[in-house]
């Protein structure tokens, strides 16, 4: 199976063409971590664009089932829990030049927060997925105190309502506006917020394949 912390660094379109399949795989899994996302997204290659990757990627998450989307939504850190690296020697990646890039191995949870629903255990995540989630969560950063216990709050409802983690395309988003999504999407039946978190997760995946190729989002 692909390991995200294997993917190297990927700069372009052509260069992503031209990776075996199982380095595609892991660059993919960075941007969204379901294998079966991975696998088919590699497998269609080659892309004559940046566009239609992202057409077929969202493609894909939109017909993941839903177990699929439940794998790649263990790989994201609550709103307001930034993922850490795990403190021990990084592993060194394989890169398209031949020389080896800094790796990490995998997240751990902070302090006083419980575990994820069902257990679920977080996959590993290489340093660079961790800084775009950091980065996409900017908005948290400058958030007070009660803004930020109330989405730790939020967080609690919802997993207990819907058994996973609040997902949303958080880049550009003030903490205040991420807590107002979560609120009104505790009020969503299974089937909508299903509906939503596929959406979100299109989203993110997007961005995210813009990132990896290095491309503007």
Sequence with gaps: ???????PPVSGL????????EEAEAGLLACCACRAFAREVAASRPYRDLDRLAETAEAVVRGLD????REALAA?????E???AAERPPAEEPSLEGGPVPGSGSADRPEGHPERPEHQERPER???EAAWSRGEQAGVDTAGKDILDRLAEGNRAYERRFG????????GLSAEEMLARLTERL?????????????ELAKITRLRLAKLLGAAA
């Design 187 to 199: 009020g969503n039946d299974e089937d909508t917020e299903r509906d939503v978190v596929r959406t």
């Design 82 to 84: 930034p993922p850490r």
């Design 14 to 21: 052509a260069a992503f063409n031209a990776l075996g399949a």
């Design 76 to 80: 994201h850190p609550r709103i307001g």
């Design 66 to 69: 839903w177990s699929g989307v």
């Design 1 to 7: 199976m692909p390991n995200v912390n294997s993917a």
């Design 126 to 128: 290489s340093e660079r």
């Design 164 to 171: 996973h983690v609040y997902l949303i395309c958080a880049t």
